[in-house]
């Protein structure tokens, strides 16, 4: 059984800062764990929009604080998110999350997982990696 706490990961490499300064996403799973998949809790700082692609993974997200919306780029739908909202990009959507004036804490999935300290790269994606040493 692997067991993770929040307080854990904080200050190690599994704690993550994106260069844009928007979010900091705490890995509790990663592929190395063997689980198939990463587990991630990620907040989105309050009054930011980062925009992403995850033309290399799928991903479910499920807010559980505060408020903000995901917009589809195709299609230009917007989806208000607030605790209890699930959202799972399963075309690769592009999109843009925002968080309004409270930062957003979600809890999100990648298939296939991730590996440890990937950042969006400029088309908003995550690099599909084997391993720690190809960051």
């Not at 994106?18 to 991630?40: I, P, T, Y």
Request: hydrophobic share 40%.
């Amino acid at each position: 059984m692997i067991i993770k706490r929040i307080e854990d990961i904080r200050g190690t490499d599994r704690e993550i800062f994106s260069e844009s300064g928007n979010w900091v996403s705490r890995r509790l799973l990663l592929k190395s764990d063997g689980m198939g998949f990463s587990f991630h809790e990620t907040i989105i700082f309050a009054n930011t929009e980062t925009q992403m692609w995850y033309k290399n993974h799928l991903e479910a997200v499920y807010c559980i604080e505060g408020t903000g919306e995901v917009e589809l780029l195709e299609g230009g739908d917007v989806i208000p998110l607030e605790p209890g909202t699930l959202y799972a990009l399963d075309k690769h959507d592009r999109h843009i999350v925002r968080a309004r004036d409270r930062d957003l804490r979600l809890i999100c999935v990648f298939n296939p997982a991730l590996v440890g300290r990937e950042d969006h790269l400029e088309d908003g994606s995550y690099a599909m990696l084997e391993d720690e040493a190809a960051l």
